[in-house]
């Protein structure tokens, strides 16, 4: 950590962290989808909360950060989901063919 303050790189870790919660969170949105439907929302709104806490409790500002990124980027995912829903329903995402979706009642 001293080395990060030293030569100012906290800020490039924090950019490149971000960029990496970021990438990862895509295909957990998707694959979440995919086998646990929307209902796996919860787990998103869950995990953000604890890291949240966890955030504000850490007095270090590089993990509190990361920890911030992290609970941020699942609120975001909660949204995401959703719309993932709406993008296997338009045909841009496959589908499971083992699971019911909304629009199966309208058929």
């Not at 001293?2 to 950019?15: K, P, S, W």
């Not at 007095?59 to 911030?68: E, K, T």
């Not at 941020?72 to 841009?92: A, M, T, Y």
Request: charged share 15%; hydrophobic share 50%; proline share 4%.
């Amino acid at each position: 950590m001293d080395f990060l303050a030293q030569y100012n790189l906290t800020g490039i870790v924090i950019g490149i962290c971000t960029f990496l919660v970021i990438g990862i969170f895509h295909p957990l949105v998707i694959k979440g989808e995919y086998y646990f439907g929307t209902k796996c929302w919860w787990w998103f709104l869950v995990s953000g909360i604890i890291l949240a806490v966890l955030a504000v409790t850490i007095h270090d500002v590089l993990w509190s950060s990361l920890l911030s990124v992290t609970a941020f980027s699942c609120f975001w995912s909660i949204l995401e989901i959703f719309e993932q829903q709406e993008r296997v329903h338009k045909g841009w995402f496959p589908r499971n063919p083992k699971r019911k979706y909304p629009w199966d009642k309208e058929q």
